[in-house]
C-alpha cells in the first residue's frame, strides 16, 4: 500500500515538475492548449487569433493562458493513479488512461475556449463579468461533474486503487484513534 502510494505520488510529482519547471515542456504544452483553444474557437466563426504563443484574443479582448490552464495537475494525478495500480495488468491500465487522461485534456481544450469566448463575447455582462462567471462557475462546476464521472470509471476498472485508497484510510482511522487514546 505505502509502495503504490510512494509510486503514484512520485510518477504524479515528476509529471507535473516537469512541465512546471523544464521551460520547453511549459511553453509547449501551454502554447498546444493555445493554439487547440484558438482553433476550436475559430470553428464556431468567432472572430479569434493567437496574439502570442500564450494568448487567445477572441473579438480583441486577450485571455492568458497558463499552466494551470492546461490541466496537467488532472493529468499528473490520473497518471501517476494508474500507474501505482499495483497487481493491475498493463492492458486495463492502459484502458483507464485513455478513459482519463485523454478525456480530461479534450475537455480542457473545451473549457479553455469555452472561458475566452465567453470574456471576448461578454456572454454574461461585461467582459470581466462573464470571465468570472465562466470560469470560476460554470466550468469549475462541469470540471467537478467531469472528473468525478472518470473518477468513477477509472475505479471501476482498476479497483486496485480502490483498495489502495482504502487501506490508506484504514490506516489513517487506526492512526486517529492511538492518537485519541495516547491524549485521553
Known sequence: MFISLSRAASISGLIYFLFAEVEL???WIISTVAGQGAWLIGKFDFPVTNAAWNYIAVNGLVVEIILACTAIESIALFSGIISSAAGATMR?????????????????????????SAYGLSWFGTPDE????SE???????????LMLISYYVLKMLPEVSDMIDG????????????ILRLS
Open 25 to 27: 515542456l511549459n511553453r
Open 92 to 116: 486495463r491500465k492502459v484502458q483507464a488512461f485513455m478513459i482519463s487522461v485523454p478525456v480530461v485534456y479534450l475537455l480542457n481544450i473545451i473549457r479553455v475556449s469555452f472561458t475566452a
Open 130 to 133: 462573464s470571465f468570472h462567471i
Open 136 to 146: 470560476h462557475f460554470i466550468t469549475k462546476a462541469g470540471s467537478l461533474l467531469a
Open 168 to 179: 490508506v484510510l484504514k490506516m489513517m482511522r487506526t492512526e486517529f484513534h492511538s492518537l
